[in-house]
C-alpha cells in the first residue's frame, strides 16, 4: 500500500481555536455538522479513527466505538509495544489499545499490508493527540470546522489556522485548499460556505501542509 497519511478533523471557534470545555465539546446541537464528520471518516472502506483516551471517555457509551470505521484508542495506560487485535474481535469496529500514536500507526500500517486495503486513517482529537500528528511527517491535512460563534473553551487546537492572528511558525506551513478541492477530496458537494445550526455559524474547510 501507499505510505500512511494522516487527516486531521477538528472543529474549532475562528477566535481561538477552542475545541472542549469540561471534557466534553464546548457547543451543542450542531447536527448537521456531527453528520458531515461522520460520512467524511466512514467514506470508503476500511477507515480508521484514532483518538485520545479522553475524547473516547467523552463519547456516550452507546455511540462507541464510532460505528464503520475501526476505532483506535491511546492511552499511556495500554500495554506498551504493537497493539493487539481490536477488543471487539479481530472484524470489529474496536477499539484498538495503542500506547502511543506511534504504535497506532505501526498497527495500523500493518493491517494494510495484511488487508491489502488502504483505507484513510483520521485523527479525530483531541488537543494532547493533534499535537502528536502536527508533529509527524504524516500529518498531511486538516479538515477544520470554523465556528464562527464564541464559545468559552478549555481545551485548544495546537496551531492557528487562518484568522489575523500572526501565524505561528508551525501554521506557516499549512495553506487552505479551495473548495474545489475539498470537496473532491472528501468525495461529496460543499454547497454553502457558511451553515447555521441552532444560532451558531460555521464553514467546512480543508487546509494541506506545503
Ligand atoms: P485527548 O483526547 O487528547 O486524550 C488525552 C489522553 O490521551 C491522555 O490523558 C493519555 O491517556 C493519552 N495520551 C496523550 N498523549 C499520549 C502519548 N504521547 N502517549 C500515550 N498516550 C497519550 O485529551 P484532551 O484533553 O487533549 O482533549 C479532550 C477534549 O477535546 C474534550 O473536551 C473533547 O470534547 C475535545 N475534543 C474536541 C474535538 C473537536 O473537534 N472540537 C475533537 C475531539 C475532542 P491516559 O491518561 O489514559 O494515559
Known amino acids: 500500500p501507499a505510505a500512511l497519511e494522516l487527516t486531521l478533523v477538528v472543529a474549532a471557534t475562528a477566535r481561538d481555536m477552542g475545541i472542549g470545555a469540561a471534557g466534553g465539546l464546548p457547543w451543542t446541537g450542531l447536527r448537521k455538522e456531527m453528520a458531515y464528520f461522520a ?5 470508503g472502506d476500511g477507515n480508521a479513527v484514532i483518538m485520545g483516551r479522553k475524547t473516547w471517555d467523552s463519547i456516550p457509551p452507546k455511540f462507541r466505538p464510532l460505528k464503520g470505521r475501526l476505532n483506535v484508542v491511546i492511552s499511556r495506560s495500554f500495554a506498551p509495544g504493537l497493539p493487539k487485535d481490536p477488543v471487539g474481535g479481530p472484524d470489529s469496529d474496536g477499539p484498538v489499545e495503542a500506547s502511543s500514536l506511534e504504535m497506532a500507526l505501526a498497527y495500523l500500517k500493518t493491517r494494510q499490508t495484511q488487508t491489502n486495503s488502504e483505507g484513510r486513517v483520521f485523527v ?14 504524516e500529518a498531511r491535512r ?3 470546522t470554523r465556528v464562527m460563534s464564541d464559545f468559552s473553551c478549555d481545551t485548544f487546537f495546537p496551531i492557528v489556522l487562518g484568522g489575523e492572528a500572526a501565524a505561528s511558525e508551525a501554521s506557516q506551513k499549512w495553506v487552505q485548499r479551495t473548495r474545489a478541492e475539498h ?9 454553502e460556505a457558511t451553515q447555521t445550526e441552532n444560532g451558531t455559524e460555521y464553514e467546512f474547510q480543508m487546509w494541506e501542509k506545503l
Open 39 to 43: 460520512r467524511v471518516t466512514k467514506r
Open 124 to 137: 479525530i482529537g483531541g488537543a494532547q493527540i493533534y499535537a502528536a500528528a502536527l508533529g509527524l511527517a
Open 142 to 144: 486538516v479538515l477544520l
Open 183 to 191: 470537496a473532491a477530496w472528501i468525495g461529496e458537494e460543499l454547497a
